[in-house]
């Protein structure tokens, strides 16, 4: 493991970084080190927030001093290596591609080279770690898409996009949890709610776990909506047995 770097982010706030790219491996030491955190229950924190390749601690400098903190933080490090990572399970989510739902799936498909069946199945070929959440409540930012399907953003982004919308932006897919502006590339949408607060779980994904799409049709997109609405909709999910493809 790299050395963290302890950098100060504002008066009530730290950055504790493990590295300058997005990997698996650099995900693996976030969450060891958060679990760490989790157990440690130090006084004066008051949440962390893990990103691609950091972890963001909040704390109350009227409980816990900058440099008590840092010490704390720079001692846990050392114990990383003896943490014991929970399995990640993987959350199915369907999508409907195409047509109203996905406006520019046709667009991906041209700048690939591809038919819009081929970038379906490319697309929903993966199981995607959710290395951070973010944007808005339970926008994921998934790793591991194609290459071959990568498409840009778009030049004019959209003033508002209907939650449960499927995109790509360069060499990232998400799904916009709730009614929001954006320019990524719209190739399907899910009836899932991945975020929902009148439920007792609110944000449905979570960091670490996988995401798995899988298309649907447009009747059992229908099906599945009814049932979302009626509170009776469960997403499949599976225990993760491998590495991203």
Known sequence: MAEARFLPTGDTSVCV???????????????????????EKIK???????????????????????????????????KMDKVEIPP??????????????GPDLAF??????????????????????????????????????????????????????????????GKQTGVYPIDSPGGWQLIGRTPVKMYDPDREVPILPQAGQYIKFKAVSQAEYDKIAEEVAKGTYKCASWPHKGKEA
Not at 24 to 31: A, L, M, T, V
């Open 44 to 78: 004066g924190i008051i949440e962390t927030v893990p990103t691609y390749r950091s972890i963001m601690v909040h704390y109350d400098p009227g409980v816990i001093p900058y440099r008590t903190l840092i010490g704390r933080l720079k001692a846990l490090t050392g």
């Open 17 to 39: 970084e493990f590295g300058n790219e997005i990997s698996e491996k650099i995900n693996s030491e976030i969450r060891a080190f958060n679990i760490l955190l989790n157990e």
């Open 108 to 169: 991906v498909a041209q700048n690939a080279g591809i038919s819009e069946d081929e970038v379906v199945k490319i697309h929903t070929s993966t199981e995607y770690l959710i290395y951070m959440l973010g944007f808005t409540p339970g926008f994921t930012y998934l790793g591991g898409m194609s290459d071959k399907i990568a498409t840009p953003r778009l030049k004019q982004p959209r003033v508002k996009i209907p939650a449960g919308s499927v995109g790509i932006a």
């Open 88 to 101: 990640s399970d993987v959350l199915e989510i369907p999508v409907l591609y195409g047509g109203e739902m």
